[in-house]
């Protein structure tokens, strides 16, 4: 298969038809070899031969029309595109054919003739396969790159009038207006056919593929080859079957190549990067340039005018690019104030309102008022339901808490399950917004029960700026959420918590020491309220599984046999079962079956290692390991504070998560230990 054959055409006649490869193959062979021997005999030997020479030009431009016919009708893909561009190689070997036969043999050129009209129609074809093909390869693309196009072949259009229009005119037989126009036409339509090409790689993003480098560079050689015939025959020195009469063969062959070969993969039109400014500045460049010149020597009428055209346009493009700017700033801008879940203001968005609020003398209006509250039950409902199901909760919640604050206030997310209200309203005014907004907040289904906790601040009365505002809100906040815990949540705790005090007292103190240290470097970690609450009861009964293992084994005065170590591990298992018939406790109960999993993998009973542990069974881990190593055991002394705290650094890495154990350090440092 030819290089650079489609992949598409595999379901099609050539990819089944080994003499269809291989006459492709010979066809295409044949047709390079033909044009270097033209081209080396227009070097050697201009002029002689006229005959043959005539006979493999035609025969060159003939073959170019029907292998991209041929492709149109074998492969469905940019079928009309590829049958326009043979229609109008077609029409030009018509125009050659007319020319060699009847305009040639004659004494004078006649211009125009029908030749000029099948030389002309291949233009229109190419304009309109270059649409299609753009709109095949890319799809849409937004109006300012068709205003690049617009400017690029005005600006080429004035260079081509600039440089031809005078010598054209002179070398017309008695000024004929007609064949002036059919002379003119021939360097504008190429230089237009060449805008539309520049154009396209400027919508590819200035990388296009192989198919459009050949379709460019075979117009730029009919460009060329145009312009030097013009010139030639200007001067009086053209000879037929010279050199430039090789550039429209080659011309052809290369858009019948870019015709066979592979497109590039659809890319999106993006309007970023100095690459798209390059076509309107270039541009602007050269219309400049030319009215910079016609101050010293005067260019022709239609060449200033257009290049008048051209500056207007580039300003206009520069309108269209500065109010594209303008809104993508505006839309920026207002994404970086949304919270992109809910639609709520962001916590920059509250920053803003409420600098505005604390600035404000009240009023009529009434005064400031600021709700902060956060979800109870939340992460119990993530932890049941997944997070997915979170984030589509949290999304109905924000909804409801947009509708719920308006027409006095406005609803926040803060992040999390945290939001937030900010109101102008009278003082009579303001438990009702609370209610509201809490109510708002509020769900409840079978298997999960989702309420929020508040703490509000009037302002100015209780807090003058943002910061102290936000800060006093979120005290009061969370002193509620102590206040109002799911009470089967805390009645359940308290019975284990006795139970262990019942059991083993010494294991209850332990459990006790844990919670205190468990607390601190969960908070040095950053973790929320919610969160340190979950990981203190996780502390207070990490052992709760222990209430099964015999007291022989939790007494025994020296090591462990493998069976007794066995029955010891289950007690994590244990302890979650327990735990977990008390739904309120089903976070923690997932917190105790992993305070035992070490860093590195090798803990028990699930193998968790890394991230995969949760981070409270990770924080209880490091603490209880440190609590154990300072207490006193009957097989043996316990170790000082220093040197359970150098064990600790010794296993981060392998049984302890570094990062906590280094929160568990800063922790130390701050508070007196035992030991």
Request: negative net charge; proline residues 5%.
């Amino acid at each position: 298969m030819p290089r650079g054959l489609p992949i598409g055409i595999q379901t099609a006649v050539i990819a089944t038809s080994p003499q269809m490869r291989t006459f492709l193959r010979a066809a295409g062979a044949l047709l390079c070899v033909t044009w270097l021997a033209y081209a080396v005999h227009a070097l050697l030997a201009a002029g002689q031969h006229a005959n043959a020479n005539t006979f493999a030009y035609d025969g060159m431009l003939l073959a170019a029309a029907c292998v991209c016919l041929l492709r149109a009708v074998l492969i469905e893909r940019e079928r009309r595109v590829w049958a326009a561009v043979g229609v109008g190689l077609l029409s030009w070997t018509a125009g050659e054919i007319y020319y060699s036969v009847v305009v040639a043999s004659g004494d004078e050129v006649p211009i125009p003739s029908p030749a000029d009209v099948g030389y002309l129609g291949l233009y229109p074809a190419c304009y309109l396969a270059i649409a299609w093909l753009l709109r095949e390869r890319l799809g849409s693309f937004p109006r300012s790159l068709w205003l690049d196009g617009a400017i690029v072949a005005s600006a080429a259009s004035a260079v081509a009038i600039a440089l031809t229009f005078d010598p054209i005119v002179e070398a017309s037989v008695d000024g004929d207006a007609l064949a002036v126009a059919t002379n003119l036409a021939y360097p504008i339509a190429d230089l237009a056919l060449l805008s539309l090409v520049l154009t396209a790689f400027a919508f590819t993003g200035w990388r296009p593929g192989r198919s459009w480098v050949l379709l460019g560079s075979g117009l730029a050689t009919l460009a060329v080859s145009d312009v030097g015939y013009l010139f030639q025959s200007a001067g009086d020195t053209y000879v037929e079957g010279g050199i430039v009469d090789a550039g429209w063969p080659l011309c052809a062959l290369l858009v019948c190549a870019a015709a066979w070969t592979e497109p590039a993969p659809h890319r999106a039109v993006r309007m970023t990067g100095l690459r798209m400014a390059a076509v309107p500045t270039v541009a602007a460049l050269v219309a400049v340039a030319l009215l910079g010149y016609d101050h010293f020597e005067r260019i022709s009428t239609p060449a200033a005018l257009l290049s008048t055209f051209t500056l207007a346009a580039v300003v206009g493009r520069m309108t269209l690019t500065f109010r594209a700017n303008q809104r993508l700033l505006e839309g920026a801008r207002d994404e970086a104030l949304i919270d992109a879940l809910t639609g709520l203001g962001n916590r920059r968005r509250l920053m803003q309102d409420l600098d505005r609020v604390t600035s404000e003398h009240p009023g009529a209006s009434g005064v400031g008022l600021l709700v902060m509250l956060d979800l109870d039950g939340f992460k119990a409902y993530n932890d049941a339901f997944g997070h997915p199901a979170g984030d589509s909760l949290l999304a109905r919640l924000g909804h409801r808490m947009a509708a719920a604050a308006m027409p006095l206030g406005t609803a926040y997310r803060l992040g999390g399950d945290e939001f937030c209200v900010l109101a102008r309203c009278r003082f009579d005014q303001a438990d009702h917004v609370v209610a509201a907004a809490r109510a708002a907040l509020s769900s409840h289904g079978e298997g999960f029960n989702v309420t929020a906790s508040s703490g509000t601040v009037v302002i100015p009365a209780d807090a003058a700026t943002p910061t102290d505002a936000l800060q006093l809100a979120d005290h009061r906040m969370y002193a509620n959420k102590g206040r109002g815990r799911v009470s089967a949540g805390s009645q359940s705790r308290d019975v284990l918590v006795s139970a262990l005090r019942e059991r083993q007292p010494d294991l209850h103190m332990h459990a006790a020491d844990v919670a205190q240290l468990a607390v601190d470097v969960a908070a040095e970690l950053g973790m929320d309220a919610e969160h340190r609450d979950e990981v203190a009861r996780a502390a207070e009964l990490h052992d709760t599984g222990k209430v099964a293992i015999p007291d022989a084994i939790l007494d025994k005065p020296g090591p462990l046999d493998d069976d007794e170590w066995e029955f010891m591990r289950r007690h994590t298992i244990i302890g979650e079962r327990i735990l977990s018939s008390a739904p309120a406790l089903i976070p923690v109960a997932k917190l105790v079956r992993s305070s035992h999993e070490r860093w590195d993998g090798e803990g028990y009973p699930d193998g968790l290692a890394g991230e995969e542990i949760p981070l409270g069974a990770r924080v209880v881990t490091v603490c209880d390991a440190y609590d154990a190593m300072i207490a006193d055991r009957p097989y043996r002394a316990p170790k000082t504070s220093e040197e359970a705290m150098e064990e600790l650094r010794r296993c981060a890495g392998s049984q302890f998560d570094p990062a906590v154990v280094a929160a568990f350090e800063t922790v130390l440092d701050r508070m007196p230990v035992k030991g």
